[in-house]
């Protein structure tokens, strides 16, 4: 099997509701265009699909903006410069 035939570059269902159904073993989400964001108590259901995808495809880094900007990564030293820029704009 071809790594092309393996990999999907997500579902999307933004017509539908993404929670129903829940995705199947191995399929991908899209989170782009949901307005995604992983702190509010109402958005628990999407942050955990979120979550249990990061976990899976162990991407190095995630980042959307909509109402809040989003970024996750795995790399602790990234996340303290994109952090310290993000804290003092007027130092870029």
């Not at 129903?20 to 191995?26: I, Q, S, T, Y």
């Amino acid at each position: 099997m071809s790594s092309r035939s393996r990999w999907s570059c997500g579902v999307s269902r933004f017509s539908d509701n993404i929670l129903d159904p829940r995705l199947k073993a191995g399929e991908v989400g899209v989170f782009v265009n949901y307005g995604v964001t992983l702190h509010p108590p109402e958005m628990r259901d999407l942050a955990d699909m979120f979550w249990s995808q990061i976990d899976h495809i162990r991407p190095e880094s995630y980042i959307a903006d909509n109402e809040w900007l989003t970024f996750v990564t795995r790399d602790a030293k990234l996340f303290d410069v994109v952090a310290k820029a993000l804290s003092h704009p007027s130092e870029w």
